[in-house]
């Protein structure tokens, strides 16, 4: 059942618009990466801000259908391997493999299908000779390019007029009618893959990979395109109008969702910059549950400024998530108080914020709030054994959105000796025996662990 509407604000009108499905699946597309070496942590801030999406779009109840590329046709690919003195579609496959690696780590794990360029480039060409048909594309020298004075809504996303736009030289042949005309179609060089095609051997360019991916499995027109704030222009402007031109119907999209940056220093983490922390070095000091949190604090539309002391401080939030689950399950007496409402109240509130365009932050706070109020009453010996189920059961339900893996959250077991001395500790506490009590807290302590004593007689126990 949906029941509250979400907002989603849509890149092309730049406002919040009622998120209204355009069929039984949402269907959901956002750009890959290409894969020319290991994924950065600005990739995860992506892909892990577009996980929660498609995992909150489940937990309203839609039905999704959420596809990634995977750029495995680029210059860049080409480049990289020549350097290496690789073959280009070998070095592919290995990043695209440890792409895949990356996300599993991250619980990156609602993409339905990942495709690649390079399985798809019999599509591409069919795509080209459609658009050269219909008299948006033509043939020079060097390949095959969009003629953008064609298409008169080219800058709509961007929101650039047509001069501008001409400007734009992103390749350099002279012979081009526009210099911002973009190439669909780059004929062979040298030392570079190609593909037979009926405007000579060559290879793809970059736009036309997702356009073809896009309409083979979703048509020319679907719900959410999803990416970073750089792929605005001129990628997605690109991709715009080359479906557009070729199928005649507009939008390609309802909703153009793109995420900000992750910087350093005030610039965007990037390869090309060299100030990158690839995804696995930062799983070698951080929880992957710290690294989600990190990300889901701030607002995807906000920018956020990398820093070793802020994911250190996330791991300590994530463990308030770890202690109050182990709390709930520690709980065992028969209270009486009732949790319904305070259930009810930070689920509604949950919704809200995530409803008003993915506010993860704000429906951190309201799960933040509720953990208090539940807190206070463990502390006060309020809630019954059954009532912590309930709220155990709920911050599940609200895991399901932010992949914490909470579930897997289990009192760690001791050494069998160590288990028994914080038993007999807690018979001499029982017993009123201070001393013996103080004497076992501290052998303890000696090795690590720390004792808490609870409200119900029980003790709780942690590592230092
Ligand atoms: P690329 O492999 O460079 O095409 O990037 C793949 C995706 O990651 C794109 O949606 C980018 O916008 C996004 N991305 C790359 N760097 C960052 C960053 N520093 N912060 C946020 N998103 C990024």
Redesign the pocket.
């Known amino acids: 059942m949906i029941k509250m509407a979400l907002q989603i604000y849509d890149t092309l009108s730049r406002k919040k618009k009622t998120f209204k499905p355009r069929g039984k699946i949402v269907k959901m597309f956002?750009?890959?990466?290409?894969v020319y070496d290991y994924t950065?942590i600005?990739?995860a801030?992506?892909?892990i801000n577009f996980d929660i999406v498609a995992r909150y779009l489940k937990w309203k109840g839609y039905k999704l259908n959420y596809v990634q590329n995977i750029?495995d046709i680029d210059d860049r690919i080409i480049k990289r391997a020549n350097e290496n003195k690789e073959i280009p579609a070998k070095l592919a496959k290995e990043f695209e493999n440890t792409y895949y690696e990356d996300m599993r780590a991250l619980n990156v794990l609602s993409v339905d299908k990942y495709v690649r360029a390079s399985d798809n480039v019999k599509g591409i060409i069919n795509q080209v000779q459609r658009l050269i048909k219909k008299g948006f594309a033509y043939q020079i020298d060097d390949g095959v390019y969009f003629d953008i004075s064609k298409f008169k809504d080219y800058g709509k996303l961007s929101r650039q007029n047509l001069e501008q736009l001409k400007e734009h030289r992103v390749e350099p042949n002279p012979q081009k009618r526009n210099p911002g005309d973009f190439s669909l179609w780059k004929k062979h060089k040298a030392g570079e893959p190609s593909w037979p095609s009926p405007f000579g051997a060559g290879r793809p360019g970059w736009h036309i990979e997702d356009t073809t991916i896009t309409e083979k499995l979703f048509g020319p027109q679907y719900d959410i395109h999803g990416?970073?704030?750089?792929?605005i222009f001129p990628h997605h402007e690109c991709e715009i109008a080359q479906i557009e031109a070729v199928s005649g119907k507009k939008p390609l999209v309802n909703y153009w969702m793109h995420?900000?940056?992750?910087?350093v220093n005030g610039e965007?983490?990037?390869?090309s910059l060299g100030n990158f922390v690839t995804i696995r070095d930062a799983l070698a000091k951080y929880s992957p549950q710290a690294m989600r949190l990190f990300f889901a604090a701030t607002h995807y539309r906000q920018p956020i400024n990398y820093s070793e002391e802020n994911l250190r401080n996330t791991n300590v939030v994530y463990q308030k998530f770890v202690d109050f689950v182990l709390k709930l399950q520690n709980v065992k007496i028969k209270a009486s108080g009732k949790v319904d409402t305070i259930i009810s109240k930070a689920k509604k509130e949950f919704e809200a914020a995530m409803d008003d365009d993915f506010n993860i932050a704000g429906a951190l706070a309201a799960i933040f709030d509720f953990m208090s109020e539940i807190n206070k009453l463990i502390d006060s010996n309020k809630l019954s054994f059954a009532a912590a189920k309930k709220v155990y059961k709920q911050m599940l339900d609200f895991d399901k959105v932010l992949g914490l893996n909470l579930s897997g959250v289990k009192e760690e077991k001791l050494p069998a000796e160590l288990m028994k001395l914080i038993k007999e500790r807690e018979q001499a506490r029982k017993s009123k025996y201070w001393k013996t009590s103080d004497r076992i807290r501290n052998e303890l302590k000696a090795k690590g662990i720390l004792l808490e004593d609870l409200q119900d007689g029980g003790t709780r126990w942690k590592k230092a």
């Open positions: 956002v750009c890959g990466p290409t950065h600005g990739h801030r992506s892909y750029t990416g970073g704030i750089d792929l995420n900000e940056f992750l910087l965007k983490m990037s390869k």
